[in-house]
């Protein structure tokens, strides 16, 4: 396998240099692009106290293009649909080089604490978030007991 | 726009028919370097006039699609409005800051240590993150846009910029690409691998001719169509476009149920067809006659029988029988066009010098051959596109529609009896090459001079018969 360039190197060092709060990144020892990732649902959301593994995947032609993200937990989020595809815009036509892991990763997180009914991805979520917020949080709270936790 | 371009057409050897092209048609032919520098002078020459430099100028070209009247009208309505909008959109940029050399430092993109380009927009990354951008947007993305790398920063790079760090001749094809797509007096030709740009003498022409000998029509930059108006192609091709895949399927893979008229598909070989619920009614048919598979067909195989149309059908399925009925007709003659190209090619490489060795007649004599199927394939062209003017008179024109079906039909029975007479000769010209005749050589020289002159009747006629309905069409005595 091809080297890792040093972006990559430097990268992998400082997401364990400095953790962020609520993620932990462990870079897989076969393959120095591909990363699990376990982010920690945020306080005061849906999500809270649920734990959601997510595999990051970096292109050939990184950080040209934008790293590839999945959920492995099921969630009950608009942006997020049932095959753990994420819908965020960083991830697509707003990467910029100078983006990182680290800043996709923050992003993710955001994402869980605001979710946007408005570019939905899971079509019968966002539905229910317009429609009757109470409810869709109720579903998503229950999924994250489900399916989230630790074991 | 005034475009003058220098008369140099160095294309070596092709250059004297270039020439007889330009004075015949009233064409000009370009490759894309004029095309190109006919850019530059544009660029060159708004700049003086705005006092920008060539980047801005070049910028605010592209963002109003290379029209400089629209750019002049619109920066003197409101220059600052203008710029301080375009700004915003990170389309007007001030370049000035950029410095390609002797900045040293950390690219925030790879993460290397070396020398930087800072860009107007004070960003600094280097060379070869720059380059590998450009090349991307301008490869694989066909774009003439790039922005900085930083996220957030909507900075665009300068085209001085773009075409420095991407291969000269992909930058040039794709600007050229741009501003013929544009421009309302250039048209690229249409024929496979030709990279001509067309330039007619009066925006007024529609039929244009390249030196490929590829003909098109300058405003739709589609085949030739006629007698068909323009906008009837332009409402067709759409019409096809929308649900062409599926109605091919289902006309080359279905039949439709006799019972429930909806259409079955044949999954097996064989020729019985069940029309299968829930979705279907659950009768069973023969593939081949559409006849109820009992009691006929039940004991042994039986469907030489010749089927009529079921008057009372739905309006629904009847909207979409009707556009199939003229959508595999114009499929069919697109078909049968391109099968007399490839007879053509046939006459001039093989049947003329078949019929010299065999009755031992001149290129001249046989001359004809080729221009009865010229004549044929202007034919089907136009029976081609007869059935789409013939679908929208159907619709709304009952009257025109009677009288235009009647010069269709005779227009195609003239055309078929041409075909027919054609490929008989052919076949037999085929023939010669492995089989002698009994008959005494002038007996068939004599047959072959019949046969040509059946053929050129034929090929009259059908000239005529096309005529009377593109005059019939181009006098609004149909189609208005």
């Known amino acids: ?151 | 726009m005034q475009l003058d371009y220098p008369n140099e057409f160095d294309c070596d050897n092709d250059s004297v028919e270039l020439e007889k092209q330009f004075s015949l048609q009233g064409v000009e032919i370009l490759e894309i370097r004029d095309v190109i520098q006919v850019i530059i002078k544009e660029v060159q020459e708004l700049s003086e006039e705005l006092y920008f430099n060539e980047d801005n100028t070049f910028e605010l070209l592209m963002h109003y699609n290379w029209n400089r009247e629209d750019v002049i009208q619109n920066y003197f309505i409101n220059q600052e409005a203008l710029l301080a909008e375009l700004k915003a959109k990170g389309i007007f940029n001030n370049h000035e800051k950029i410095i390609y050399n002797g900045i040293k430092g950390c690219c925030q993109v790879c993460l290397f240590e070396g020398n930087l380009i800072q860009l107007g927009c004070s960003h600094k990354f280097c060379q070869s993150c720059i380059e590998q951008t450009i090349k991307q947007r301008v490869y694989e993305d066909k774009y003439l846009v790039a922005r900085c790398l930083q996220d957030g920063c909507n900075y665009r790079l300068p085209f001085s910029m773009l075409k420095k760090y991407s291969n000269a001749q992909e930058f040039e094809n794709l600007l050229c690409r741009r501003f013929v797509d544009c421009s309302r007096y250039l048209a690229y030709c249409t024929g496979v691998d030709c990279n001509k740009i067309l330039k007619p003498q009066y925006t007024s022409v529609k039929e244009v001719t390249c030196v490929c000998q590829n003909k098109f029509c300058f405003y739709c930059k589609e085949d030739l169509h006629p007698p068909c108006p323009c906008d009837l192609v332009k409402k067709w091709l759409a019409e096809i476009k929308k649900d062409e895949a599926n109605v091919r399927w289902i006309v080359v893979n279905t039949k439709s149920c006799p019972f429930c008229k909806k259409p079955v598909e044949r999954s097996e070989g064989c020729n019985y067809m069940m029309c299968k619920p829930p979705g279907g009614c659950g009768k069973a048919f023969c593939y081949v006659c559409s006849q109820p598979w009992e009691p006929d067909h039940k004991d042994h195989f039986k469907c030489n029988k010749y089927v009529a149309p079921t008057a009372n059908i739905e309006k629904e399925k009847e909207v979409l029988q009707r556009y199939n009925f003229y959508y595999e007709r114009f499929l069919n003659s697109q078909a049968a066009k391109e099968k007399a190209m490839q007879r053509l090619k046939q006459i001039k490489e093989q049947y003329i010098t078949s019929i010299f060795k065999h009755y031992q007649f001149t290129y001249q004599d046989s001359q004809f051959l080729e221009e009865a199927m010229k004549e044929l394939i202007q034919s089907r062209v136009v029976l081609k596109w007869s059935y789409c003017i013939g679908y929208y008179i159907s619709k709304t024109n009952q009257q025109s529609a009677k009288l235009f079906d009647h010069y269709q039909d005779l227009f195609e029975h003239a055309c078929e009896t041409l075909a027919i007479s054609l490929i008989k000769l052919f076949d037999e010209i085929e023939k010669l090459e492995y089989t002698q005749s009994e008959k005494p050589i002038h007996e068939q020289k004599k047959d072959f001079v019949e046969k040509k002159e059946r053929i050129q009747n034929a090929s009259q006629k059908c000239c005529k018969m096309r005529q009377n309905l593109e005059t019939a069409i181009y006098q609004g005595e149909i189609y208005k």
Not at chain 1, 46 to 69: A, H, I, R
Not at chain 1, 76 to 91: S, T
Not at chain 1, 93 to 120: E, G, M, T, Y
């Open chain 1, 1 to 151: 396998m091809a080297q890792p360039t040093p972006r990559i190197i430097k990268e992998t060092q400082n997401l364990a240099k400095d953790k962020v709060q609520g993620i932990d990144v462990t870079p897989d020892p076969q393959n120095f692009k591909h990363f699990y990732v376990i982010i920690s649902g945020p306080p005061n959301t849906p999500y809270e106290g649920g734990v959601f593994d997510v595999e990051l995947l970096l292109p050939d032609d990184y950080p040209m293009s934008p790293p590839k993200c999945v959920f492995n937990t099921k969630i009950y989020h608009p942006n997020i649909d049932n095959l753990g595809r994420i819908c965020l815009d960083v991830l697509k036509d707003k990467w910029s080089p100078a983006l990182q892991i680290r800043s996709i990763l923050l992003s993710i997180q955001v994402l869980l604490s605001s979710p946007n009914p408005d570019d939905p991805l899971n079509n019968e979520a966002a539905n229910q978030w317009k429609t009757n917020e109470g409810q869709a949080l109720m579903k998503a709270r229950e999924y994250t007991q489900k399916y989230a936790k630790k074991h």
